[in-house]
């Protein structure tokens, strides 16, 4: 079955400095991986996305992932972290049930906490 | 604006009662889902639906049900028989088609009182 696990329950990060939210995946196949952030009492909102390609994904709020085949891992970075992403980030894995049919799964969470 | 709309914002439900969440999407999504989330647990999955007049359970479908009979509408049932019914809960939706993305209502939260 496919699953993705986020090690780090929290991670704490000085403003200006970079971040990094770690993702390990186990998939059967060509993994599709998704990064979301939640706010409090809020919806999941998308960032980023993985399919096939670069390697180095870039997404919403200058947010990137590094797919890594061999670590098995899609890390969610950010070169200059800002007070306003600390938030809860969720990564995901699609996991195909029978052709044309999916579902989503979610990691566990981690806490972004950004320190001014 | 195009979007999934989930309603009531917040729900309170006395023991013994059937409580229904609402979710509407109107960005012509195939696929809709329900996910519940705790705290330390992530989401899981109770229900999902390809497509109307049909749906799936989930991980957790036990005191839940749904019904999907347009296309727009997916709304969640939490029953009696759930028996720790209190959580947020979230609609998500998706083409459905290979590589497409999930995306999310605002959730509901519902306390048992």
């Known amino acids: 079955a496919q699953s993705v696990a986020q090690p780090e329950d929290q991670v704490n990060v000085a403003e200006g400095n970079p971040l990094t939210v770690k993702c390990t995946y186990s998939v059967s196949g060509n993994p599709y991986l998704f990064w979301y952030v939640q706010y409090p009492n809020r919806g999941l909102q998308f960032l980023l996305k993985?399919?096939?390609?670069?390697?180095l994904v870039k997404g919403s709020y200058g947010f990137e992932a590094e797919f890594n085949k061999s670590q098995t891992s899609f890390h969610l970075k950010k070169p200059s972290a800002l007070v306003s992403d600390s938030a809860l980030y969720f990564c995901a894995v699609r996991d195909m049930i029978t052709p044309g049919t999916y579902k989503y799964i979610f990691g566990t969470g981690t806490r972004l906490k950004v320190l001014a | 604006d195009g979007g999934i709309t989930q309603s009531p914002k917040y729900l309170f439900r006395k023991e013994g009662q059937n409580v229904t969440l609402s979710c509407e999407q109107n960005l012509n999504h195939d696929a809709m889902y329900w996910y519940r989330q705790d705290p330390g647990q992530g989401l899981r999955l109770i229900y999902y639906s390809q497509i109307v007049n049909d749906f799936q359970k989930g991980d957790i479908a036990e005191g839940y049900s749904v019904s999907r009979e347009k296309k727009e509408s997916f709304p969640l049932t939490v029953t009696s028989a759930q028996k720790n019914p209190t959580a947020f809960y979230l609609c998500?939706?998706?083409?459905?088609?290979?590589?497409?993305?999930?995306?999310f209502g605002e959730g509901s939260w519902l306390t048992v009182v």
């Open positions: 993985y399919i096939t390609g670069d390697n």
């Open positions: 998500a939706s998706t083409k459905g088609h290979s590589g497409n993305t999930i995306y």
